[in-house]
Structure formats: C-alpha cells, structure tokens
T-cell receptor
C-alpha cells in the first residue's frame, strides 16, 4: 500500500498565482488533514475533513481552501499565493477524527512563493 | 495556553551512544502523547503513543516515558545508529474538542556521527 501520497513534491510560485496541492490515501480512512511546517515551528493544522462531505477550519486557514473530492482525496488550494505561504505542506489521514486515532502523514510538498 | 516544548533543540552524538530527548507540555485536558520521527524530506512517522495511565512504552531501541503529574515526557534512544539521524517531534492531544486537537513541539534535531 502507498499510504498517503502527495503531489507535487516541489513547487515554485510567483506572488498572486494559484495552485492546488493534491493528496490521496489508500487506507480507507474517514478523516484527512492539511498541515504546514515552517522552520523553527511545530506543524500547524490548516483544514481538516472529519468525513467525506465535511470540511472545517484548523488553526491557520486564511488564504487557503480545501475540497474533499471523495473518501480518498483531499485537496488544498491557494487562490492567490503570498510569500508568507512559503512552507512545507503535509497531508495526513486517520481512520476516524479524534485524539485516540493515529494520523499517517504523506511525504510533503515543498512550496516556495517568490 | 496549550504548548509543547522540547529540548534540546539539537543534539549530536556518536554512533552507539545513548541519548534522551525531553518534552514538557501544558496541554489540558490531556488525552495522549506521541513521539514522531521525521527524516529529512519526509513526513513524520509515529514511534510511540501513551495515554494518561501509561508510564513507559518501548518500540525497539526507542523508549518513551510519561509523567502525567509533572507533564513531562522523554524519549530514550539506545545504541544509536546513523539511521537515527532525524527530527523527533513530541505531539500532545487534548480532549477539549471533538477533533482532539494535536499540539506539535518544534522537534529535536538529532545527528548521529560515525
């Protein structure tokens, strides 16, 4: 099994450009998450989807939108990229949303906005 | 304020030596504590998870301890190997919300030299 996959692995954008980060999981998990990781900081939750058809804001949602396309796929969209969105983005999934359930992370997308 | 603090920020040890990483947290109400290993350019991978009633949990050469009274945890690595070079992240989750929010430490960057 591939687990959690993310595309692309690297991306460079100019300020104001838009793009969508893709995430897919093959573990039949109900819940999926998007995090960002900045140097010297812990991972921060951007958005999550507790189940297919639902999405909710996390700690740092401004400037982002998400779509839970189906049970397997959860995408993150930057409508107008800003340099402050330069970061490494991780997608994760868990069987069920909740503190007791393990989250499995993808390999990350390294995004640079110039 | 819910926080997770890790120390040291970075650590260099020689192959074969032992080391201990520290984690202090103020997250309340406490649900569980995880240690993740994050290799460079990869997503975090879970090493151990401990609930309130567990004091010690081992995973091979990794042993985590938890003192819920003092809100401290440690990760002990025995007989280190070059492949242990990574960032080790302490993650504490709460029961204060349906999602069970995860609070991530900034990580300890461990380098093992031959």
């Amino acid at each position: 099994n591939a687990g959690v996959t993310q595309t692309p692995k690297f991306q460079v954008l100019k300020t104001g450009q838009s793009m969508t980060l893709q995430c897919a999981q093959d573990m039949n998990h109900n819940s999926m998450y998007w995090y960002r990781q900045d140097p010297g900081m812990g991972l921060r939750l951007i958005y999550y989807s507790a189940s297919e058809g639902t999405t909710d804001k996390g700690e740092v949602p401004n400037g982002y939108n998400v779509s839970r396309l189906n049970k397997r796929e959860f995408s993150l969209r930057l409508e107008s990229a800003a340099p402050s969105q330069t970061s490494v983005y991780f997608c994760a999934s868990s069987a069920i949303a909740g503190a007791d359930y393990e989250q499995y992370f993808g390999p990350g997308t390294r995004l640079t906005v110039t | 304020k819910n926080q997770v603090e890790q120390s040291p920020q970075s650590l260099i040890i020689l192959e074969g030596k032992n080391c201990t990483l520290q984690c202090n947290y103020t997250v309340s109400p406490f649900s569980n504590l995880r240690w993740y290993k994050q290799d460079t350019g990869r997503g975090p991978v879970s090493l151990t998870i401990m609930t309130f009633s567990e004091n010690t949990k081992s995973n091979g050469r990794y042993t985590a301890t938890l003192d819920a009274d003092t809100k401290q945890s440690s990760l002990h690595i025995t007989a280190s190997q070059l492949s242990d070079s990574a960032s080790y992240i302490c993650v504490v989750s709460d029961r204060g919300s349906t999602l069970g929010r995860l609070y991530f430490g900034r990580g300890t960057q461990l380098t093992v030299w031959p």
